[in-house]
């Protein structure tokens, strides 16, 4: 089974940065997508990011440009760089497989708190 473990949050002012991490236990890691998923406050959970085994990448527009998403095959983990945050993105943010959300059981995840 896998298990998915989030770091990284935490509370910024706009125009900040964090990254976050996904470490997966598992040995299926290096040939899922990965997605980076986000719940809003009154909103339902979207996919913010996914990357694919082969590393191809892609983007919601809302956070084109600002966030990168990479992974680390060798150390099982994903990341998610997040640049010039703005309050609309203050969420928890969760990993799971980037074409069948919820495949995978959910982790905790990882609140980020942006302020203005």
């Known amino acids: 089974q896998v298990q998915l473990a989030e770091s990284g949050g935490g509370t910024v002012q706009s125009g900040g940065s964090l990254k976050l991490s996904c470490v997966f236990s598992g040995s299926i890691f290096r040939n899922n997508p990965i997605g980076w998923y986000r719940r809003a406050p009154g909103q339902k959970r979207e996919q913010v990011a996914a990357?694919?085994?082969?590393?191809?990448?892609i983007y919601q527009d809302s956070v084109q440009g600002r966030f990168t998403i990479s992974r680390d095959n060798a150390k099982n983990t994903v990341y998610l760089e997040m640049n010039n945050l703005k309050p609309e993105d203050t969420a928890v943010y969760y990993c799971n497989d980037g074409d069948n959300p919820g495949r995978y059981y959910w982790g905790q995840g990882t609140q980020v708190t942006v302020s203005s």
């Open positions: 990357i694919s085994s082969s590393g191809f990448a």
